[in-house]
């Protein structure tokens, strides 16, 4: 399953720090109105 983010804030993040634990789930993309930390978030969790 593909996934996307609108909002990388902490709730969105305790998010896809679950998702990221199931082998199913694919963090696909990240937008967020401050593009540093999309990008950021992104890197973290390989999006």
């Known amino acids: 399953m593909r996934i996307g983010f609108i909002g990388a804030g902490r709730r969105a993040q305790g998010h896809m ?3 990221s634990k199931i082998k199913s789930a694919q963090i696909a993309a ?5 593009r540093e930390r999309a990008e950021e978030v992104a890197r973290r969790f390989n999006a």
Do not use: K, M, N, R
């Open 17 to 19: 720090g679950a998702l």
């Open 30 to 34: 990240i937008c967020d109105i401050q």
